[in-house]
């Protein structure tokens, strides 16, 4: 009878070990922007991060916001432990990754790939960078190339550009900069209006991610004779951002590394926007006039970064992927970035 | 000279058979064509009718996929069901929602009791059905927009000659963006194009608001929650949902009080979230008994939602009777107070 005791003691004991781990979790918020809210392609991939989380002994709790400054002001007010903000709006949190949204700097889904795959490879190198204040990026998911949409097709070399109006985002300070650098007028616009500018006429060009070809029907304001010019002028992302100190140890990196796994699945969303695009549309440009651009907007990125917009260490991150990936480019033979 | 006429006559048989056998199959083509439009006829005047009065979701899904390849294989013999086509091919993706929702609600219930496998395991579940969801509301809307929309220019509307017509384009736009919405949650599997939802906010426009239970701004305001750039100068997305509801409520078809409900979901806003689920359950005295179907839906909605939201609180969905009620709610008073004591 004592022994039968005592193993039902063992048992309990071995039981409640074993059941300790699935209640010691950690209990936190996530504020995801997503532009659609709790139906958007972002929130979905976090559902399944929730998921993975788990795992990794937290508990998450999600909360879709459709208004992106929200969630970074609830952020930055401590109301949520994590955040999925675009690079653009999360450059205040972490300059490092919210310069990878930077104008023309990541040419290719390949090169995003690339610059993915390190930034969650763990190295020390690549981590210190990760983390800045109270905040640490736990990875990345890749939104779709940015292009600019035209009212005129024969606004096809940099040239052209001068004297039309375009659409910018007025908090991203990058874009305003640029469009002025070649002669164009920026209209200060934000993420409710500047489709509806473009389609009604009344703004020339919006530089616009491709997914809003279809979802903001952009070819609306391209009738008739309007085109999309075949030259990547940003990449958009979705970033994780954490408040290091509310997560256990060895969380971020995990999180990347599942950021990373996530990368062909957004890149399915961002090929069904891509394949929804009438070939009609596309402007291509004269190969010498693709080597104008890349000088025009390696100029600015560097007058952008001598500014503090963009940080420098990712400048150069970036520059030597590119140039891995194609070190034909002008700009790998004498590298100032 | 009698073989030559046995060679004769067997030669004119043999051309009476080859005009017997092709009188014969053309014979067989009417008469699937002639079943084929007595099918569409009767599925339009009779049965859709006849099924919109019953306030059994499953059974009405269950036919949706039993129903739809027989009806549609009669466009094969020149028969045109695609009107019917979008209404079967809407009540069929019910069912793969219903099993979508299940999943979802076994991944929440999973991640409250920290088993990740099954969580994730209910996740992949979840997205398969979504998928076919997707697949089924797409169809549903293509067949409409073919039917009605194929040389349509923008901003026009459609000839709908009858009542029918009118609820066959409604259901089809709102299929368009359910096709979305489930596209959406199974990682776009099924590709359903992102213009789908501008397109049907101006759809809308080709309807009775009154007429059509408060249904045709409801729809359009919810785009306006998921899409602000699409919204009217001045437009007041809330307001009109609210309007929306109310008109649902007056009519006796709750449709737009679960639009507003799914839109509360989508944008995060518990407070409308509640509200509009309250509200639903605290109108269900004045349904119309003709489009009792179409209000078992708009319930269905709210409570996969209401399902939803308990799951992830309590672990479990809404209690049965417990539709319009939280599991945070205060409890109601039981009457006047009782001292104990007088009754010992």
Known sequence: ?337 | MGSLSMKKWLQQARWVLVVGVVVALQGCGVIYKTTGDVLVSYGRSEMLPYMLTYNDARMACISGESLTPLLMSFERVGSKPSKLGTMVFTTSAVCAEKISLDAELRYLRAVKDGQVNEAQDARIEQKRWAAIAAERQKKAYDLMMSTYAENLKEGQCPKLKTDFDEMVWMVGNISGVEALLNDGAADGQVGVPRDVAAKVERHMKCLDNEKWWGVPMGARAAVWNLLPMLAPPNADAWATLENSAKIGFDKGVRLGSALYAMSAYSKGDDKRLRQAIRDFAANDKNIDPNYLLMDTLAGMIIQGISDREWTQNTGKRTPVGGLGTFWDDQPKSSGPAVDINDLL
Not at chain 1, 27 to 40: E, H, L, Q, S
Not at chain 1, 80 to 86: K, R
Request: net charge positive; charged share 20%.
């Open chain 1, 1 to 337: 009878m004592r022994y039968l005791k005592a193993l039902t003691a063992a048992a309990t004991t071995a039981l409640a070990l074993t059941v300790t781990p699935a209640q010691a979790v950690e209990k936190r918020t996530m504020c995801v922007f997503d532009i659609i809210g709790a139906n958007g392609d972002i929130y979905n991939i976090m559902k399944d991060y929730k998921t993975a989380a788990l795992g990794w002994g937290v508990d998450l709790t999600l909360k879709p916001y459709t208004d992106e400054k929200i969630a970074a002001e609830d952020f930055k007010a401590g109301q949520c432990d994590a955040a999925v903000l675009t690079g653009i709006r999360g450059r205040q949190f972490n300059k490092y990754t919210g310069s990878l949204d930077s104008i023309g700097a990541i040419p290719t889904y390949a090169a995003m790939r690339t610059v993915d795959t390190v930034l969650a490879s763990g190295n020390p190198a690549i981590n210190k960078h990760l983390v800045s204040g109270p905040y640490e990026v736990g990875g990345i998911a890749p939104m779709g190339a940015a292009y600019l949409f035209v009212k005129d097709r024969t606004i096809n070399t940099v040239g052209k550009l001068s004297g039309h109006s375009i659409a910018v985002l007025e908090y991203d300070s990058a874009q305003a900069s640029m469009a002025s650098r070649v002669g164009m007028s920026p209209v200060m616009s934000d993420i409710t209006n500047f489709s509806s500018r473009f389609n009604n006429g009344s703004v020339d060009i919006c530089f616009a991610p491709i997914a809003a070809y279809s979802a903001l029907e952009l070819y609306k304001g391209m009738q008739p004779d309007g085109g999309i010019i075949n030259y990547v002028l940003g990449q958009l992302t979705a970033q994780v951002l954490l408040r290091k100190d509310k997560f256990p140890e060895g969380y971020g990196q995990k999180s990347r590394k599942y950021m990373l796994g996530q990368f062909d699945r957004a890149m399915t969303v961002i090929n069904n926007a891509n394949n929804s695009v009438d070939k009609k549309w596309w402007i291509q440009i004269p190969e010498a006039d693709k080597l104008r651009y890349d000088e025009m907007m390696r100029e600015a990125r560097i007058d952008l970064t001598k500014k503090g917009v963009y940080d420098k260490n990712m400048m150069t991150l970036l520059r030597k992927v590119r140039c891995k990936l194609n070190g034909s480019r002008a700009e790998c033979v004498n590298p100032t970035e």
